[in-house]
């Protein structure tokens, strides 16, 4: 089956510096690429996805990259704010999704 | 618009007892899942469901069972709760792509 490995697994950084999260995967049929955003004592929410038709994808402050040659993507998060404070889901997938194991998030006011 | 409902929040329950957690979504979505969430694993697929009558095995199947009687229902089973059964469950539903996600049920088995 397929296999996300998800790098850092705590990421600090500055209010309004970036932050950036990386995941591999490992099957190439996998072609949609959701990242999700958890906050404590919640589910994940869906903050922004990509198909693997597409290389590139920006809403607002969030931008997701997709390399399917080298089977990485990468979130991209700009100008933190504290309330970005989360745990960070990717996931893969062609038909379920199989999951990282999360980035730990935190922006220092 | 309630998106996708978990019941119980939360739950203690003693080691071989049984117990059902139910999932309930009002987006109309054919498709709903049941994973369960661990410290530093991430989130795994335990059964799913592509529509009503309709159940299949995920990653982790093994000492859960499911049902999926009406459509914007979907049950998890525990039969004999064991240790090893103590996480963080989740439902989700979806039309396709994206999963919506409820807000899990915790669930303690001594």
């Not at chain 2, 989700?92 to 996600?101: D, E, I, V």
Request: glycine content about 8%.
């Amino acid at each position: 089956g397929e296999n996300v490995e998800q790098h850092p697994s705590t990421l600090s950084v500055q209010e309004g510096d970036s932050a950036v999260i990386k995941c591999t995967y490992s099957d190439s049929a996998s072609n949609y690429f959701p990242w999700y955003k958890q906050e404590l004592g919640k589910g994940p929410q869906l903050i922004i996805d990509i198909r693997s038709n597409v290389g590139e994808k920006k809403d607002q402050r969030i931008a997701v990259t997709l390399n399917k040659t080298a089977k990485h993507f990468s979130l991209h998060i700009t100008e933190t704010q504290p309330e970005d404070s989360a745990v960070y889901f990717c996931a893969a997938s062609e038909n379920n999704l199989f999951f990282g194991t999360g980035t730990r998030l935190t922006v220092i006011p | 618009n309630a998106g996708v409902t978990q019941t119980p929040k939360f739950r203690v329950l003693k080691t071989g007892q049984s117990m059902t957690l139910l999932c309930a979504q009002d987006m109309n979505h054919e498709y709903m899942y049941w994973y369960r969430q661990d410290p530093g694993m991430g989130l795994r697929l335990i059964h799913y469901s592509v529509g009503e009558g309709t159940t299949a095995k995920g990653e982790v199947p093994d000492g859960y069972n499911v049902s999926r009687l009406k459509k914007q229902n979907f049950l998890l089973g525990l039969e004999s709760a064991a240790p090893s059964q103590t996480s963080v469950y989740f439902c989700a539903s979806s039309s396709n792509q994206p999963q919506h996600f409820g807000d899990g049920t915790r669930l303690s088995i001594l």
